[in-house]
């Protein structure tokens, strides 16, 4: 199976079961869902839908249980609508992602917050030493003719005596 094709029928799953949950099912279990993936196998026998429910866990378990009575009218459906001739099993499976991108958003949140704080300490530090730790050439040219005034050096840079 072409990878573009079967991305295709993903999406237009994803399409239909969306349309599906928006317009035919009147469950009462189904809360504010929202369809964000669909993936299909290579050889277009089972796809899984991923989801996201806006609300507690108590909503989050009452939506999947409605998605899993409603399984069979929404295959029938989206094998009418993709016209293929086997229509691939549907599962239905929570998707984490919203809540991994609200915990990495929270430390964020703490690391930024921990900055914020170090730089307000460092306003009046100073440094522990010299302001420049480092030596320059100048200074360490200087200290060697101190030390070897006697000494000579030839063209190659050799000390001779």
Not at 22 to 51: M, Q
Not at 127 to 133: E, V, Y
Request: proline share 3%.
């Amino acid at each position: 199976m072409d990878a573009a094709r079967a991305r295709k029928l993903a999406d237009r799953i994803q399409q239909v079961v969306a349309e599906m949950l928006e317009r035919r099912i009147k469950d009462p279990r189904l809360g504010f869902v929202t369809v964000t993936d669909a993936k299909i196998t290579a050889d277009l026998s089972d796809a899984t839908v991923f989801y996201t429910v806006f609300g507690s866990e108590a909503e989050r378990s009452g939506t999947a249980a409605a998605l899993e009575s409603a399984k069979g009218i929404i295959r029938s459906e989206v094998g009418r609508q993709t016209g293929l001739r086997h229509t691939p099993t549907l599962s239905f499976v929570h998707d984490p992602l919203p809540d991994s991108a609200r915990h990495l958003d929270d430390l964020l949140a703490v690391a930024k917050a921990r900055d914020e704080e170090i730089a307000k300490r460092a306003e009046g530090a100073e440094f522990a030493g010299d302001a420049d730790p480092y030596r320059f050439d100048e200074e360490l040219d200087g200290e060697a003719g101190e030390e070897d005034e006697d000494e000579t050096s030839d063209r190659a840079g050799h000390r001779t005596t």
